[in-house]
């Protein structure tokens, strides 16, 4: 009985793969199609790569006599450099589409590659600016949006409450805007992984911890700033794993 259960059990295992496979697939497809409609370049740009990199395979391969062997390599390298423009491009056009929308910042730390813990709209006021206050390695990261005129008084406020908890652990203050000064929404993620690394795991966890005694009701935030990038945010993360 049991064989017969392992073989059942193995079967909707794979069937499940198989799904779950499919349902990547018919989610890039749907993605490179709402792409391609928004980016005439995207393309061209893909087949530049692709023909690229197999041309250069292909040239190498005439010095030692092995051009046809090196082409099908040139080829698959050139497939993936394709991919990986596809993402890029797919990724600049969900954040150029949720700049200045209530709540961006709160979705692309959401979507951090790491171990970072996220707590989002710790603070607010009633025109949806909000400072939102992020843990990880660096220490403490407090990110406000919102009119710079009132986020800067706001993050004043936050740091003040954050720092009587987390004594000599460093604080860093982030303002989401294009003046001097402030982080671009799009590169947030970078910024935030460029941070020195001044804290262990264990720390992090104390930390944590210890600031669930400041939790605040804040302000009621959209958990994205646009339906588009929603679904996006699938569509990176799958384009990520492959």
Not at 97 to 121: D, H, M, S
Not at 225 to 230: E, H, R, T, V
């Amino acid at each position: 009985m049991a064989p017969k259960q392992d073989k059942a059990a193995a079967k909707e295992a794979a069937r499940a793969r198989r799904e779950a496979s499919r349902a990547r697939r018919r989610q890039i497809f749907e993605a490179f199609k709402m792409q391609r409609r928004e980016d005439k370049a995207l393309i061209p740009w893909m087949l530049g790569v692709l023909l690229g990199v197999a041309a250069i395979a292909f040239l190498l391969g005439l010095i030692w006599g092995l051009q046809w062997v090196l082409l099908p390599l040139g080829l698959a390298l050139g497939a993936l450099g394709a991919v990986i423009v596809f993402g890029r491009r797919v990724q600049r056009n969900v954040y150029a589409k949720a700049e200045g929308q209530p709540g961006a910042a709160a979705w692309a730390l959401e979507n951090l590659r790491g171990r970072w813990r996220v707590a989002t709209a710790v603070a607010g006021t009633t025109h949806l600016d909000a400072v939102h206050r992020v843990l990880g390695r660096p220490g403490v990261v407090l990110v406000a949006e919102g009119a710079p005129h009132r986020v800067k008084s706001l993050l004043a406020q936050e740091k003040k409450r954050v720092s009587r908890v987390v004594g000599d652990t460093p604080i860093y203050d982030v303002v989401i805007g294009n003046d001097e000064g402030q982080v671009p929404l799009r590169r947030l993620q970078t910024h935030m992984m460029k941070l020195p690394r001044n804290i262990t795991p264990a720390q992090v966890d104390s930390l944590e911890a210890r600031l669930a005694a400041l939790a605040s009701k804040g302000v009621a935030m959209p958990k994205g700033p646009l339906p588009q990038g929603a679904k996006m945010r699938n569509v990176q993360r799958t384009i990520r794993r492959r």
